[in-house]
């Protein structure tokens, strides 16, 4: 079947521009994950949803981040003002359920570069 | 979460079976044993993981120390699309979701 998708594959903006980036995850998965990953470094989580909530938004790393999350399926994450620190690959990931007992499945990614 | 140590490289044969390791000796007896990987230029894919019991799935084996103080991850025949970095994860059941945590892992050289 389908795997979650992220859309665009890649962004290069200007410094102060908006962004925004979509995730279609698998459907019927409950649970919705945005990380980003910086160049050689780990994992960083941002944001879960859970259905159409965000339940633990605390890896927003400023005001300037935002998500949300419609219909139980797409979620969007928008920057805004995006700086030049704002450039990573932002992964999506989504899950059955939002319980430790199941996987998350990861889209390809959106690599943004803020020029 | 607890936390997992790990051998930051190893090195394997290709079509030989692969053992990666992973310590977590201060695990609750709640936590779930989960393990990723993630290839060159990728998203991390899921592996494999469990509570207590040994799993096998398509990819790969997971076998758990009866303490479940260690687990080891077994591909059984190493591919050159097997070399990635493999993270050893464990994530507490809290009903309320749960961000992956990944540390440094092993880098896993596959070699013909």
């Known amino acids: 079947g389908a795997g979650v998708s992220q859309s665009p594959s890649n962004k290069v903006t200007e410094k102060g521009k908006d962004v925004e980036l979509r995730c279609d995850p698998i459907?019927?998965?409950?649970?919705l994950y945005w990380y980003r990953q910086s160049l050689g470094q780990g994992l960083e989580f941002l944001i879960y949803?859970?259905?159409?909530?965000?339940?633990?938004k605390s890896g927003l790393p400023s005001d300037r981040f935002s998500a949300e999350r419609t219909g139980g399926s797409v979620s969007t994450l928008t920057i805004q003002r995006t700086q030049q620190e704002d450039s990573a690959v932002y992964l999506c990931?989504?899950?059955?359920?939002?319980?430790?007992?199941?996987?998350?499945?990861f889209g390809p990614g959106t690599r943004l570069t803020v020029t | 979460d607890a936390k997992t140590t790990q051998p930051n490289s190893m090195e394997s044969n290709e079509e030989e079976p692969v053992h990666l390791p992973c310590n977590h000796s201060t695990i609750s007896g709640t936590d779930y044993i989960h393990w990723y990987r993630q290839l060159p230029s990728q998203g991390p894919e899921y592996v494999i993981h469990?509570?207590?019991s040994n799993v096998n799935n398509r990819m790969a084996s997971l076998a758990i120390a009866e303490d479940r103080k260690s687990s080891t991850l077994i591909l059984h025949r190493a591919t050159l699309r097997d070399a990635a970095v493999y993270y050893c994860?464990?994530?507490?059941?809290?009903?309320?979701?749960?961000?992956?945590?990944f540390g440094k892992g092993t880098s896993l050289l596959v070699t013909p």
């Open positions: 990931a989504s899950s059955p359920y939002g319980t430790a007992n199941y996987e998350q499945y």
């Open positions: 459907s019927g998965h409950t649970a």
């Open positions: 994860i464990l994530l507490t059941e809290r009903g309320s979701g749960y961000a992956l945590n």
């Open positions: 949803f859970q259905g159409n909530s965000a339940p633990d």
């Open positions: 469990g509570l207590t």
